[in-house]
């Protein structure tokens, strides 16, 4: 009998679960993925967050036991955030020798064998505008201007990392999106010693409604009136972001963030064509927010629509994913 459709047809390769699984182009890991915590004061504290369920603010105790079941699972990594006992206008919790992240990072570098330990290092966590750099308050006229001040950050967020690394941090991963840090980190890294850990760059961030759920949890939203539109990336832009991917390699970066995740896939892909360093993609809270909350309405199947979003990003081209789905993504796998 003459085949009616004598061309290869895909669905051949698409009959039982066995070849599909032969035919699959991209594979998700547990350890691609890096999960973010945050860390708070005291003992025994694990209050989850909100807008974000199945997350929680953990204090240095439950950090250890909440890694230790990620490193059981596979997981490649955690990211800790800090939320300081309290904060003031320079964000000094950042760098203090006994802050709440270098607690944290002292305590998985103990208690944690394979787990790499990634710091975000900024400081809109720890100062009391929410904004992610030194600030300038100042008079244009009738308007009052709050201008985040490029060069008098560059030097604390390298002491903010040098302290982060002194503690245990395995990764700096700076996300202010301030001009020249990471050559200024780098330079200071090297100088204390610390010229073996690589910094994993914050490059292409956007200035994203995603963070949302995120700002509650850390509570870090910059203050009444003001937003991150003059340091993060307009949604607009993509050649922009290969641009900035570009000037943090020529400054030292070792891999490079895109962030978010779903919405920016192209860029993503981008870079991956452009650039052959590791490529991180962050599925950021208000991504994870979207789905948990459409699963908890019986809108969606959380399961096949966390996995979807992380083999999407893994397909576009991202080598590490960090996501809130870490631990559950690698329950599945
Ligand atoms: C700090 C920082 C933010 C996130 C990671 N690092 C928040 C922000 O820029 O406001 C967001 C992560 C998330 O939404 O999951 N600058």
């Given at each position: 009998m003459t085949p009616k459709f004598p061309i ?326």
């Amino acid at each position: 009998m003459t085949p009616k459709f004598p061309i290869a047809r895909g669905r051949r390769l698409r009959r039982t679960t066995a070849i599909r699984k032969m035919v699959q182009e991209t594979k998700l890991a547990p350890d691609d993925f890096i999960l973010p915590l945050f860390v708070c004061p005291g003992n025994k504290v694990r209050t989850e967050v909100g807008s974000m369920p199945g997350v929680y603010r953990l204090s240095v105790d439950e950090l250890v036991k909440e890694a230790k079941e990620a490193e059981k699972l596979g997981v490649g990594g955690v990211m800790l955030f800090g939320l300081p006992p309290s904060k003031d206008e320079a964000g000094s919790g950042a760098w203090a020798e006994d802050g709440i992240v270098q607690q944290g990072f002292r305590a998985l570098k103990q208690e944690t064998k394979n787990l790499v330990l990634f710091a975000d290092t900024c400081l809109c966590e720890y100062t009391s505008h929410g904004h992610c750099g030194v600030i300038e308050r100042r008079k244009d006229g009738g308007r009052d201007i709050v201008d985040v001040q490029n060069d008098p950050t560059l030097a604390i967020l390298a002491k903010t990392a040098v302290s982060q690394a002194k503690s245990g941090a395995d990764v700096i991963a700076p996300s202010d999106m301030m001009d020249g840090r990471v050559g200024a980190i780098r330079a200071a890294l090297d100088e204390h010693g610390f010229a073996h850990v690589p910094i994993l760059s914050y490059a292409a961030k956007y200035a994203s409604a995603f963070y949302g759920p995120f700002r509650d949890a850390a509570d870090s939203a910059p203050e009444a009136g003001s937003d991150r539109r003059a340091y993060q990336m307009d949604p607009a832009n993509a050649r922009e972001a290969l641009r900035e991917i570009e000037l943090d390699l020529a400054e030292g970066a070792d891999a490079i963030m895109v962030k978010p995740a779903l919405s920016y896939l192209d860029i993503i892909a981008k870079a991956r064509e452009r650039f052959d360093v590791p490529i991180a993609a962050y599925h950021v809270s208000g991504e994870y927010a979207a789905i948990m909350a459409a699963a908890k309405n019986g809108w969606l199947d959380r399961d096949r629509a966390m996995m979807e979003a992380l083999i999407s990003i893994r397909r576009a081209g991202a080598d590490w994913i960090l996501t809130y789905f870490a631990k559950e993504a690698s329950k599945l796998l």
